[in-house]
């Protein structure tokens, strides 16, 4: 059954491999994708509820025992990230077929599509540092292509400023693996674990993983989220919905495996800075949603609301405070996608991503509208919306814990997101009809099916979360639980 769980990276290497032959082929570029994106669902479902039933399942490459060889570990974070991943995808790609024009489809979008899932969801699935780092290039670079893709020069001028962050953080990490590795001989997660629970966590170690936390946190856009905002507004939105509800999520995935299994002896030190770097985030970036009144920066700076939120949950350390966090991250993923794909359709039918410059859609797109609307209340945590659970499990440990600076802001900039995202449905939805249907830019036809899946999706997990948490709590279990992770991997038995 282990053996299945390599078919998550294999499906879609060898789907962008084999659509490198294929470029003037569109039609089965299109279905080719499509295709493997479903199978590799299916696959992910398969896989987690054999977790769910058997626990942290372990493939060892090549079979080489760890902490030698490369181990790929699917445990229930990992995996919900993985299909929250691919349901992401698909949804996207569908918001492609009509929107990201022929010329880029022929210069391998879909491959490097494929290719930037390989990153992200190895680096869900990889059981070691360096690997870590290795899906993290393959994920950046694949991303480096999509985000220039076309030529356009707001592209180019932001791409170059979010090659060169990547850069920089990528040195940066790997000087880490090198201090880590001098410092345990090993990259394996578990081990690693092991060596330093063993030697305790000194100053030096602790010092390596705050330094290790800001590598992360500037790829997360944790505090250092400069660079997010133009490199996310400059590609086409299918592009940005991708990068929105993808990109960001794979630092914050590194922050809460290190920090839950590595680096979790100081938390009193660590953890607090956590905890600030996640407040003071939070507050800017409901800052710059509020501010600004471009569609595009708004929903980019909720991007920086949400990682800010996710990672002071964490920092709190109780289950159920972790559970609100993976909850949230998932339910995150999803309204993301959603709310970038229903601005890029706005965007598109007025010719503009300015709020004083549209008005009145309702009238003609009343579906539209209102997933809009429901998405919105969604992002803000409004009950019994997908939100609300990850917020509520988050702002009750917080008060609960003594935390009352992130529950004050988590309620603050919750507010906050409501009135940017109202902001854009008032304005872009309400008062006088500004286009003809003749005079719109684009045609919604085929357009609103991604935006309607994952409607769905955002309400059944707010209606459904009594279903959706025992999957949550076995996460948080196995963050909170660190011997789960390092005896299914070190292939520890009592």
């Given at each position: 059954m282990t053996n299945i769980i390599i078919l998550l990276l294999i499906i879609p290497l060898i789907t962008g491999l084999v659509l490198i032959f294929f470029r003037k082929h569109l039609r089965l570029q299109r279905w080719t994708s499509l295709i493997s994106l479903i199978i590799n669902g299916i696959v992910a479902v398969v896989v987690i509820q054999h977790v769910h039933n058997q626990g942290t399942q372990t493939l060892n490459l090549g079979g080489w025992e760890p902490p030698f060889g490369i181990v790929i570990v699917a445990?229930?974070?990992?995996?919900?990230?993985?299909?929250?991943?691919i349901i992401v995808a698909i949804t996207c790609l569908l918001y492609a077929f009509k929107t990201i024009g022929e010329e880029r489809e022929r210069f391998y979008f879909y491959t490097f599509f494929h290719f930037?899932?390989?990153?992200?969801?190895?680096?869900?699935l990889t059981g070691d540092l360096f690997n870590l780092f290795v899906f993290f290039e393959v994920m950046l670079l694949s991303s480096y292509v999509l985000i220039s893709l076309g030529g356009g020069k707001r592209q180019l001028r932001e791409s170059i400023k979010y090659v060169l962050v990547n850069i920089v953080s990528s040195m940066f990490f790997l000087v880490a693996i090198g201090y880590l590795y001098g410092i345990t001989g090993t990259l394996n997660f578990a081990h690693m674990s092991m060596r330093i629970a063993e030697a305790g966590q000194d100053g030096l170690i602790t010092t390596v993983a705050i330094f290790l936390?800001?590598?992360?946190?500037?790829k997360a856009a944790l505090l250092m989220y400069f660079w997010l905002p133009g490199p996310y507004g400059a590609p086409p939105m299918a592009i940005s919905a991708l990068f929105a509800a993808l990109l960001t999520k794979v630092g914050i995935y590194a922050i809460f495996r290190m920090f839950s299994l590595v680096f979790y002896h100081q938390e009193g030190m660590t953890h607090q800075i956590l905890a600030w770097l996640g407040i003071i985030t939070m507050i800017l970036g409901a800052i710059g949603a509020v501010a600004h009144w471009s569609l595009r920066k708004i929903l980019a700076y909720n991007v920086v609301v949400a990682v800010g939120f996710m990672v002071a949950g964490f920092a709190i350390f109780t289950t159920t405070s972790m559970a609100g966090s993976v909850f949230y991250i998932v339910h995150d993923m999803l309204v993301k996608a959603l709310l970038f794909i229903l601005g890029g359709i706005m965007i598109g039918l007025t010719g503009t991503d300015k709020l004083r410059e549209m008005s009145g859609m309702i009238r003609n797109?009343?579906?539209?509208?209102?997933?809009?609307?429901?998405?919105?209340?969604?992002?803000?945590?409004?009950?019994?919306?997908s939100g609300f659970m990850g917020k509520l499990l988050v702002l009750h440990e917080a008060i609960g814990e003594g935390f009352y600076v992130i529950a004050a802001v988590g309620l603050i900039t919750s507010l906050m997101v409501l009135y940017s995202v109202v902001k854009i449905f008032i304005n872009g939805f309400w008062g006088e009809n500004q286009l003809s249907v003749e005079d719109e830019k684009m045609s919604t036809k085929g357009a609103l099916l991604p935006c309607a899946i994952l409607t769905v999706l955002v309400i059944g997990m707010g209606v459904g979360a009594e279903f959706v948490s025992p999957y949550i709590m076995q996460a948080a279990e196995v963050m909170s639980n660190p011997s789960l992770y390092i005896d299914a991997v070190m292939q520890i038995t009592e």
């Open positions: 445990d229930m974070l990992a995996m919900l990230l993985v299909l929250a991943t930037m899932l390989v990153g992200v969801m190895g680096s869900f936390m800001l590598v992360f946190a500037l797109h009343a579906a539209l509208g209102w997933m809009f609307f429901i998405a919105a209340l969604a992002l803000a945590g409004v009950p019994p919306l």
